[in-house]
């Protein structure tokens, strides 16, 4: 069998009875993050009514298929770009360090929508959201992702876009074969560049929706009997090879069926780009050990690796001047800077964009490549602070940050960020009932209900 046979095989035959406990378990976690931060960014993110703008405009607002947190209905095709939009949104949602992926926002949002399409029950739906980590993960890991970085991709975007296929595709019970052809449709579909951080550009949060409703469309193709191209993974023209100049096609299939990858997947206690998170950590902890106030901070340095690097501290110039919120962001120094002067980042820090305090202090805080910290990459996306105030200097290092597997929130901890996030869109006890039903999504008889129950109260949702 070739790689992608198997790899389709392997989707097509997924049952949730089969799967260990532990993965069903954290499925239900990674479904609730994902859902908090679509609820949320439906009301809060600043790209959200140029979105529904335009989906309206093109005509995916009718329909019954529905979006978190609104009242409206949409087309299957709309309700998966605008949901997988918005879970990314925030730049909270889930992460895979190795693979450099979020998994979660392309391939819930496809799952569910296709559940409308076809009366899926929660236990195929969630049988799908595993198919759909496992593809998208392991495609990541085959290219492997820091090679597709240096070329500009956006690996959630581009895997995401074969996640949400497989997802879908699960969902609907396509066969081996149909499977297949489905990936082979998501080849010319996977698309997503770095760009975005030329301007903080809003792209970032749209290339992951366009792959959530890409792999929604390749399934839904291959259903209708559309061929798709063959060995989508691995031919000569197919995914990796396109997309990387030396990959492993075998890596695909490293312990298929008897190692998750989705187990691999960390959550983010910030909502900032993730090679920032270490560097939080640290400032946090040498704020608090240390009673540091703002006006002591001589100077900071986050070291990092160079995918880090790329991300949060280049161009420097740029890093040290955030204009907007995916400039914040993506700005190590905003993030370290807001963690050292207020002892927290979260979604209101972002209202600290032009207050005077933090303006202060950005330009005594800097972003270097660390040959320690590159000695972690990809396994871990770890950071090193050093901190230099009242004429000492203070260094901690991050090898695995918050919410990292190893280090991954129980049930309590995320059930309190669900309600940090919907609670100020749906109100507390309505959030909660939401939490409820996504926590045992694997038990419902009807999946899509989870969607229509996470509508506001009232009428109209908010940020249309």
Known sequence: MTVTAELSAFVAGLQIEALPPEVVARTRLLVLDLVGNAVRARQDAESTPALLAAVRALGMAR????????????????????????????DFDDTHAEAVLHPGAPVIPAALAAAEMVGASGAEVMAGIVAGYEVGLRLALALPAGAHYDRGFHPSATCGAFGAAAAAARVMRLDADTVASALGIALSQCAGSLQFLANGAWTKRFQVGWAGMAGLTAATLAREGFKGAAEAVEGKHGFLNAYAPAPRAERVLWDLGEVYELMATGVKPYPSCRWGHAGIDAALALREELGLRAEEIESATLGLSRAGLLLVGEPAARK??????????FSGPFVIACALATGRMDWDSYRLLD????????????????????AEFPMNMAGKLTLRARGQTFVRTVV???????NFPDEAELRAKFAGLADAVLGAGPAAALAEEVLRLDRLNDAAGLLRRSAPAGGRSEAA
């Open 320 to 329: 040290a001047d955030p204009r907007n919120v995916v400039d914040a962001q």
């Open 400 to 406: 695995v940050p918050k919410g990292e597997p190893a």
């Open 63 to 90: 329909g019954e298929a529905r979006v978190f947190a609104d009242t409206e209905g949409y087309s299957p095709a709309g309700a998966a770009l605008v949901n997988a939009t918005l879970g990314h949104s925030l």
């Open 355 to 374: 207050d005077a305090g933090i303006r202060g202090l950005l330009p005594r805080i800097g972003c270097a490549h660390d040959d320690e910290i590159e």
